[in-house]
């Protein structure tokens, strides 16, 4: 069966490329999500998407990931300070997450400094734009090839 990544992003992250450019980027979310499943496909890995504005949503789709999936990129946007609940459906989730944020967080406002996310995240990327999420996606692959011990010793 082929192993299946979900990208998950959350609130206002629809707005990629509308919102704050000079912090977020110009790329659409459209085309963030089509580069990752381009690029997922040449690793042999398939990808579902999901945006939400809604806290529940983003946890059901993590339940969700968690029986189905082989790795979570999720870009929680604000719920990241916020939300306990993301926190606590992570801490279930026994494959690998990757947290990912467009912009540095640790250099914006002292409320974005802290994440209730990262403790439960295997990887973490702010900063690096859109590229962020392609890290993301590479760094899955070679867990992933780990995993199903088809590439990498660990050292
Ligand atoms: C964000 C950073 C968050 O602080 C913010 O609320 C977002 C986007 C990022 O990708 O840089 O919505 O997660």
Known sequence: MTDVIFLLNGPNL??????????YGSTTLGDIENAI???????GLAVECLQSNH??????????????????I?????YTHTSI??????EAVEIPVVEVH????????????????SPQASA????????????A?????????????QGFEES
């Open 137 to 149: 996606l590479d760094y899955l692959a070679t867990s992933a090839a780990r995993v199903l011990g």
């Open 14 to 23: 629809n707005l990629l490329g509308q919102r704050r450019p000079e912090v």
């Open 55 to 72: 806290e529940g949503v983003l946890i059901d789709a993590i339940q969700h990931a968690r029986l189905n999936g082989s790795g979570i």
């Open 37 to 43: 499943i381009e690029r997922a496909a040449s690793y």
């Open 85 to 90: 609940a993301l926190h606590d459906a992570l």
């Open 102 to 117: 467009l912009s540095n967080i640790h250099r914006r406002e002292p409320f974005r400094h802290h994440s209730y996310v």
């Open 124 to 135: 973490v990327i702010a900063g690096a734009g859109a590229y962020g999420y392609t890290m």
């Open 74 to 78: 999720i870009n929680p946007g604000a």
